[in-house]
C-alpha cells in the first residue's frame, strides 16, 4: 500500500511534468527569471533595467507574431536592433540567435500538440539543410552587389507565392488530418533547397516559401504548415548557428556585439512563442491565420527591399 508522502511525491512530480502546459509556468519563469537578471544589471554586463524591460517586451510582440504567422522574426528584430546600435551585420546574427530560443520553444510545443507532420518535416529538412549549407559557404565568395540581385529574385518569387495565397483566401479551410501526395513532395526538393539558400547566404526566413508551397501543392491546412513550416526553419536556423560558430572559432568570422541583448530578446521571445502558438485554440485567430501571414509577409518584403 502507498503511504501517504509517497502519493504526495508522486503528485508534486505530476504536476511539476504538466506545469509547461499552462501559461501560467511561463508568465511565472519569465517574473522570475527577470528578478534574479535584475541583479547582475550594471555589475556583470552594462544593460539598464529600462532597456532591458524595453526590449524584453519588443520580444514577447515579436515571439507571438511569428509563431502565430509563421514567418522569420529578422523583419522586427534587424530595425529595432540597429535602432539600439547595433551594426546590421551584428544584428542580423543577434535576430538568428534570438529566433532559435522562441522557435524552439514554440515549435516543441506545436510538436508536443501534434500540429507538426512529421512525415513532411523528416522530408524537408535533409532539404533544407542542404540549401543552408550551400547559401552559407556561397557567402564568402559572392559580392554585396550580386547578394542584393539574389535578395530581389527571391523577394519576385514571393511576391507571385503571396499573389497566389490572396487568390486562394475564399477557398474552404479545412483542419482535418490529411495525407499528402507522395509525387508531390518529392517535387518539392526545389523550394525547399533554395528557399533554404537564401537563409544561409542572407538570413531570410525559409518559411516566407514553404508555408504557401505547402499550402497550395500539398494542400495543408494554414495551422498544420505554420506548425510544420517553423519547425523545419527551427532546425534550419539550429544548423545555421551552427555554421556561425564554427566560423568564429576558425578566424573566419568574429563574434557579433551586443550578444548582452540576447539576455533580454531571447527570454520574451520565449514568452511570446507561447503566447502565439495557443493563439490558434480560438476558432477567430485560426480562422484569419492565413490573413495575418498574408499581411505580415508583405511587410516583410517591403522591409527588405527598404
Request: proline share 5%; aromatic share 14%.
Amino acid at each position: 500500500m502507498t503511504n501517504p508522502p509517497s502519493r504526495l511525491s508522486a503528485r508534486i512530480r505530476s504536476r511539476l511534468l504538466n506545469a509547461p502546459k499552462y501559461m501560467i509556468f511561463w508568465l511565472a519563469t519569465d517574473a522570475v527569471y527577470l528578478l534574479l537578471l535584475s541583479f547582475f544589471l550594471g555589475r556583470e554586463f552594462s544593460l539598464p533595467f529600462s532597456r532591458l524591460i524595453l526590449i524584453h517586451v519588443l520580444g514577447i510582440g515579436v515571439g507571438t507574431m511569428v509563431m502565430f504567422t509563421g514567418l522569420g522574426a529578422g523583419m522586427l528584430w534587424i530595425p529595432v536592433l540597429t535602432f539600439l546600435g547595433i551594426r546590421p551585420t551584428e544584428a542580423v546574427s543577434i535576430s538568428i540567435f534570438t529566433q532559435i530560443a522562441g522557435k524552439g520553444i514554440g515549435s516543441l510545443t506545436y510538436l508536443l500538440t501534434g500540429m507538426v507532420d512529421m512525415k513532411v518535416a523528416l522530408r524537408f529538412i535533409p532539404m533544407a539543410l542542404t540549401g543552408a549549407g550551400l547559401g552559407y559557404l556561397s557567402g564568402f565568395f559572392i559580392s554585396r552587389e550580386y547578394e542584393r540581385l539574389l535578395l530581389y529574385i527571391f523577394l519576385m518569387i514571393a511576391g507571385y507565392l503571396l499573389f497566389k495565397m490572396i487568390q486562394s483566401l475564399n477557398e474552404p479551410v479545412s483542419d482535418e488530418p490529411f495525407l499528402p501526395h507522395e509525387d508531390a513532395l518529392r517535387k518539392s526538393w526545389p523550394v525547399v533547397v533554395v528557399s533554404s539558400f537564401f537563409t544561409g547566404l542572407l538570413s531570410i526566413g525559409n518559411t516566407d516559401w514553404l508555408i504557401p508551397h505547402m499550402e497550395r501543392k500539398l494542400k495543408m491546412p494554414t495551422s498544420r504548415s505554420v506548425a510544420t513550416g517553423l519547425f523545419i526553419m527551427f532546425v534550419t536556423t539550429l544548423f545555421f548557428l551552427l555554421l556561425v560558430s564554427i566560423s568564429v572559432w576558425l578566424g573566419f568570422r568574429d563574434w557579433p556585439r551586443g550578444t548582452n541583448l540576447l539576455f533580454a530578446t531571447c527570454s520574451g521571445v520565449i514568452v511570446g512563442g507561447q503566447i502565439g502558438t495557443r493563439l490558434i485554440r480560438y476558432l477567430w485567430f485560426r480562422k484569419h491565420q492565413k490573413h495575418a501571414f498574408i499581411l505580415a509577409l508583405a511587410l516583410s518584403m517591403v522591409h527588405l527591399l527598404w
